[in-house]
Structures are given as structure tokens and as C-alpha cells.
């Protein structure tokens, strides 16, 4: 996903997006695209911002790697969706990655604190 | 929908280059994503334009979704990588060991190809199969190539009364040779240019390297009988040859970049057809070299300017009632 570069270095947020759709995705059963997007933008206070097209290819690629299922729906206003779910794979991917994300974050934490002595 | 939407929407398609129903798929979704953000905007007390407007300001560019989208969808699985590689190994197993030359072998692989490529095209045209159609192509247009004399021969009597009644019998299986291979040329080409140009010229890639060495070999055709002939000196380098195309089919059918696949078409087209012309002729001058790369390259991206005629403003195969049959979804 690329982001509008508000406040932050896109690169602080590669490899953090497959995560971060997981969960979501994970925490409702099932989301969509546009959703998602917004739960982002709401939880992050607005601080992510996505260029919202780019959010549909990174759903394919988990998809494409298993990690979610995608279904149609018809909605009662005769609307559809395209709905996706976290699977077995996709869960034990989620919890390595927030594994490493926690691991990681202690550890930056670490180094940026003041040094004693 | 929105006119404004609409219109970015076809930007969007007519930079994918997937087939169309993946295309299809892919616009269901931005449509629905536009339904609910437009309705949103609407609510909170926008026009309908302004609504639209704010939409696509916020989704990004049409090339960029475009762009991501195919990079997404194009990539094909490691097997479908090995399957588009085997007609390039068979051709280069064929060449290396010299079988090309016995025609059981000869026609075994020929018959192979063809019911394979035959399956795949009756069960949903997969990506692969293009790298496959080539090769049967390539025996019919070498049937062509070497029944030309005949048809001369036909043309002379008929034009100008000169020669023998007889040369008129071969005319009919002439005629339906004709027709079929530049039927089949014409209607795989097309097939592929409806799913992307970069499949199209995977697809004719082949040709213009085979056709330089089956002109020459052609030339020498008395030899051809006799097993310790001129015809194998080229044998080895042809055999490197399409085991680059092995390779370069499997590595296109796994890169999801664009950009990545058009350089390795460039590569093969322009320098697979230089290798073998050199090889052929070894005499051949850097001048000669150059327009030998020159026009495999041209031949190899012809089907670019095919499609950019078929990008007519006209084609907008995307309609509201197509989007919204569930059938063109998976």
C-alpha cells in the first residue's frame, strides 16, 4: 500500500500492511476492502493514510498467498461485496508476524531510551 | 454511475492488460468501493460530483491502481512457469540430440504439442498455452514455406499455360494449408492480444529464430537425408537457443513486474535472433547483425501496435449489467 506520506516515512510502514489487513480482517471474521480501510484510518487517529486504490492488489496478494478467501455477497440494497476471511495459514502468519512486530518495537524502544552512566 | 468514476474506471481497464473476466473482477470491486464511498460523501453533505471527485482523489492515480492490480493478478505459479518452459525443452531436446531429423520423433513431438495445446485451449486458454501455440504453429508455416514451388508451379499453368495440368492437383490441400495455418495465426494472435500484447509476443517469439534456421536448412535439404549432413552444426546452438526460451518463458510467467517482462522480450526477441543468424552465418557483418536484431525485435512487438488499435475508444467491455452478473466473478 503506499500512503500520502503524512507524517511519515513510507518505508516505516512496508511490512507492516499484510499484518495490519490481518488483523482486522481476523477481528471482524470478515471485512472488505473499503472497510478496512477505514477502520485504518479511524484506530490510526488519522495518521495512516492509504492511496485507497492500492488497498485491493495487497488483498490479492494475501489472497494469493492464502493467507485470506475472498467471496462475493449480495447486499438486501442488492449492492455486492467482496468479502475476505483470515485462514488457517493466514492466522499462523498473523501471530509470527505480531511475534516479531512486539520484538522488534521493545527492542527500538530499548536503544532509543537515555543511555545510564 | 458517475461519468467522472466511470471514465477513471476505464483508465484503470485499459491499463490492466489481464484477460477480461480477471479485469471484470477487479472493476466489481472498485466499483463497489466507489458505491459506498460516494453514498458516504453524499451523506455528509457533498453534491454528487464533489462526491466523485473527492473518491478518486483519495483512491490514486488509474495507472498506479492499474499497475499494482497487474502485478497482483499476473503471476503465474511455479508450475504453470514449468509447463510454459516445456515446448521450448522439447524443441531444444528434439535439436540437441538430432532427432529433429527422424520424423516418428519428429512427428510424436508435433502430435504432443498439439493435443496439448489443443486441451488448453478448449479448457480456459491459460496463460501458458501460448508459449505451446507457437509450436504448432511453426510446423504448419514451415509446410507453407516449403510448399511455395508447388504453388508457383499451379500459378505458372493457370497465368501463363506454361508447365504441366498435373502441378494444379496439389492446388485444394494447398489451399486448406494455407487457410488453416493463417487461420490459426490470426486467431491465436487475436486470443492473445484480448488477454495481454506481452502474451502475444511470447507467442511469436519463436518464429522469426526458427525461421532463419529452417530457411537455411531448407536450402541445404538434400543433406538433410544423410545423417552426417551441414544441417547439425547448427544443431548445438539452436539447443541453446530455445533453452533460453525455457528459461525466459518460466522467469516472464513468474515476474509480476511489467517493466521486467517487456526487457526480457526485448532480450530474447532481438538477441535470440542475432545468436542464431550469427551462428548460421558466420560471416555476417556487424551491419548485418544489426538489422537481423532489428527486425526480430520489430517482428516480436508488432502485436503492441495491434493492440494500441484495439485500445479504440469504442471497447468498453465493462458494462454496469456485466459488472453486476455474478457469472463474470470468481
Given at each position: 500500500m503506499q500512503s500520502d506520506l503524512l507524517g511519515y516515512d513510507s518505508d516505516l510502514l512496508r511490512g507492516n500492511t499484510d499484518p495490519m489487513l490481518l488483523f482486522l480482517i481476523e477481528e471482524h471474521g470478515e471485512s472488505y476492502g473499503y472497510r478496512l480501510i477505514k477502520e485504518i484510518e479511524q484506530r490510526s487517529g488519522g495518521f495512516f493514510r492509504f492511496k485507497e486504490g492500492t488497498v485491493y492488489p495487497a488483498l490479492r496478494k494475501l489472497e494469493n498467498d492464502g493467507l485470506i478467501q475472498g467471496s462475493w455477497k449480495r447486499l438486501p440494497s442488492g449492492q455486492e461485496r467482496r468479502y475476505y476471511r483470515i485462514t488457517a495459514h493466514g492466522r499462523e502468519v498473523l501471530r509470527k508476524k505480531l511475534a516479531m512486530w512486539q520484538n522488534f518495537n521493545n527492542a527500538i524502544g530499548l536503544i532509543y531510551q537515555p543511555a545510564r552512566g | 454511475m458517475v461519468a467522472e468514476v466511470r471514465d477513471y474506471l476505464e483508465q484503470v481497464r485499459l491499463h490492466l492488460n489481464l484477460e477480461p473476466q480477471t479485469e471484470r473482477r477487479i472493476l466489481s470491486e472498485l466499483v463497489s468501493h466507489f458505491q459506498e464511498k460516494i453514498a458516504e460523501l453524499e451523506l455528509a453533505g457533498r453534491s454528487e460530483g464533489e462526491a466523485a471527485r473527492e473518491a478518486i482523489c483519495s483512491f490514486g492515480s488509474a495507472r498506479l491502481v492499474a499497475r499494482l492490480s497487474y502485478e497482483a493478478y499476473s503471476r503465474g505459479s511455479w508450475v504453470e512457469a514449468l509447463i510454459s518452459a516445456q515446448p521450448h525443452l522439447i524443441a531444444a531436446a528434439l535439436i540437441a540430440t538430432h532427432f529433429w531429423r527422424r520424423p516418428a520423433f519428429l512427428a510424436g513431438s508435433v502430435a504432443l504439442l498439439a493435443v496439448t495445446t489443443l486441451l488448453a485451449w478448449l479448457r480456459?486458454?491459460?496463460?501458458?498455452l501460448f508459449s505451446w501455440a507457437s509450436y504448432v504453429l511453426i510446423p504448419l508455416l514451415i509446410g507453407v514455406y516449403v510448399s511455395r514451388r508447388l504453388l508457383a508451379q499451379a500459378a505458372q499453368f493457370i497465368l501463363q499455360?506454361?508447365?504441366?495440368?498435373?502441378?494444379?492437383?496439389p492446388l485444394l490441400p494447398l489451399a486448406a494449408l494455407y487457410a488453416a495455418s493463417f487461420w490459426l495465426l490470426v486467431a491465436a494472435t487475436v486470443r492473445a492480444l484480448r488477454k495481454d500484447w506481452l502474451l502475444a509476443s511470447l507467442m511469436l517469439i519463436p518464429l522469426p529464430i526458427t525461421g532463419i534456421w529452417v530457411f537455411h536448412v531448407e536450402r541445404l535439404a538434400p543433406l538433410?537425408?544423410?545423417?552426417?549432413?551441414?544441417?547439425?552444426?547448427w544443431d548445438a546452438a539452436m539447443a541453446v537457443v530455445f533453452l533460453v526460451l525455457a528459461v525466459s518463458s518460466a522467469v516472464f510467467v513468474r515476474l509480476r513486474q511489467r517493466f521486467l517482462k517487456t526487457g526480457a522480450l526485448l532480450t530474447i526477441g532481438g538477441i535470440g535472433a542475432a545468436v542464431v543468424a550469427r551462428s548460421i552465418?558466420?560471416?555476417?557483418?556487424l551491419a548485418g547483425l544489426a538489422v537481423v536484431t532489428v527486425l526480430g525485435l520489430a517482428f516480436t512487438w508488432c502485436p503492441v501496435l495491434l493492440r494500441s488499435r484495439r485500445?479504440?475508444?469504442?471497447?468498453?467491455?465493462?458494462?454496469q449489467e456485466e459488472l453486476a452478473d455474478p457469472r463474470t466473478r470468481t
Open positions: - | 480456459g486458454k491459460p496463460n501458458w499455360g506454361q508447365g504441366d495440368a498435373s502441378a494444379l492437383l538433410v537425408r544423410s545423417f552426417t549432413g551441414e544441417p547439425n552444426r552465418w558466420s560471416d555476417l557483418n485500445d479504440s475508444p469504442a471497447a468498453e467491455p465493462w458494462t
